[in-house]
């Protein structure tokens, strides 16, 4: 069963404007979120992380908002730009996993100028 | 500069044969982990390890093999009892402080001729 789901295999935005990637869980034990970006061909990246305690982290370009009700989160990025084109997956770590990540399948963004 | 290395970039291994994928880490970090990446699909986790000589299974640890003798590496043996084991092969590091991102290296692609 998938714990971290990304439904939208793929997102396609102007750039200057706003990308939303989307994330849902289903284990209520997780309390540590974190967005990666990857190219191909090479490791991701960290991009950001929020805690179960905040529902908004902010950092420059990149947001992520967590609703634990929904056992939801997002990641905004404005404004877009051609260089964010990659691939960005969610991941989800749970009280005593040892940090251990849960991977989604991730969303391809494509940032068109 | 810190960071990760893995090596090499692009293994082939021919069919029965054992072979042994680097990871080296100068970022002074606790723990390491070792993820595989299949087309389309999140990161899953094989092995990890909090401290030097201690190891754990992850969720896909059939047919791998580690060893963490010094805290800068954590070499992943993919033995011929892996039935699939062409894939993308991540290597990661985090310090053993709360809510510390992991941080990954570039990748080593493994191919079976």
């Known amino acids: 069963d998938q714990q971290v789901k990304q439904n939208s295999p793929s997102l396609s935005v102007q750039e200057g404007r706003i990308s939303i990637l989307n994330c849902d869980y289903t284990n209520s034990m997780f309390d540590y979120f974190l967005w990666y970006k990857k190219y191909p061909a090479e490791g991701p990246t960290f991009l950001i992380s929020?805690?179960?305690?905040?529902d908004k982290n902010e950092d420059g370009r990149f947001t992520v908002f967590l609703n634990k009700s929904a056992k939801h989160l997002s990641l905004h990025i404005v404004p877009s730009q051609p260089g964010d084109s990659a691939v960005y997956f969610c991941?989800?770590?749970?009280?005593?996993?040892?940090?251990?990540?849960?991977f989604g399948k991730g969303t391809l963004l494509t940032v068109n100028p | 500069d810190g960071g990760i290395t893995q090596s090499p970039k692009y293994l082939f291994r021919k069919e029965g044969q054992n072979v042994t994928l680097s990871c080296e880490q100068n970022?002074?970090?606790?723990?390491m982990y070792w993820y595989r990446q299949d087309p389309g699909q999140g990161l899953r986790l094989i092995y990890y390890?909090?401290?030097?000589?201690?190891?754990q299974k992850g969720d896909i640890a059939e047919g791998y093999s580690v060893s963490r003798e010094k805290k800068e590496s954590f070499p992943l043996t993919v033995t011929s009892a892996q039935k699939n084991p062409t894939a993308f092969y991540l290597c990661?590091?985090?310090?053993?402080?709360?809510?510390?991102?992991?941080?990954f290296g570039d990748g080593t692609r493994l191919s079976i001729l």
């Open positions: 990661a590091s985090r310090k053993n402080r709360a809510q510390e991102p992991q941080h």
């Open positions: 991941a989800a770590s749970g009280r005593g996993s040892n940090y251990k990540l849960t």
């Open positions: 929020i805690s179960s305690i905040k």
């Open positions: 970022l002074n970090h606790d723990a």
């Open positions: 390890s909090q401290i030097v000589n201690d190891f």
